[in-house]
């Protein structure tokens, strides 16, 4: 069973940086597609940034392009995301998620870190 830990979130003002992480632990992490998604108060989850397995491809959500890097380190079990430039609009919910191996279905999730961007 894979488990999912996310930490890093935490409160600061419009223009600040913050770097969240998730440590996965009871699998093969060099196999999984991983992703991070965020859900703001009375909204659904949404898909923010994503990673292939190997680190050869990632996605990244039209609000968060430009500001937001995904990357990951299979040596640690560990996908990051660096959120630079946060705005109001960011405050949210952010959970980390993993596929199976080499699958494109996120069948594994963290039980989410806040992070909250005052203006």
């Known amino acids: 069973q894979v488990q999912l830990v996310e930490s890093g979130g935490g409160l600061l003002q419009t223009g600040g940086s913050l770097r969240l992480s998730c440590a996965a632990s009871g699998g093969t992490f060099s196999r999984y597609n991983m992703a991070w998604f965020r859900q703001a108060p009375g909204k659904e989850r949404e898909f923010v940034a994503g990673?292939?397995?190997?680190?050869?491809?990632?996605n990244y959500a039209d609000s968060v392009k430009g500001r937001f890097t995904i990357s990951r380190d299979n040596a640690k079990n560990t996908v990051y995301v660096q959120m630079n430039s946060l705005k109001p609009e960011d405050t949210a919910v952010y959970y980390c998620?993993?596929?199976?191996?080499?699958?494109?279905?996120?069948?594994?999730w963290g039980q989410g870190t806040q992070v909250t961007v005052s203006s």
């Open positions: 990673i292939t397995w190997n680190g050869g491809t990632l």
């Open positions: 998620a993993a596929t199976g191996a080499f699958g494109n279905r996120y069948d594994y």
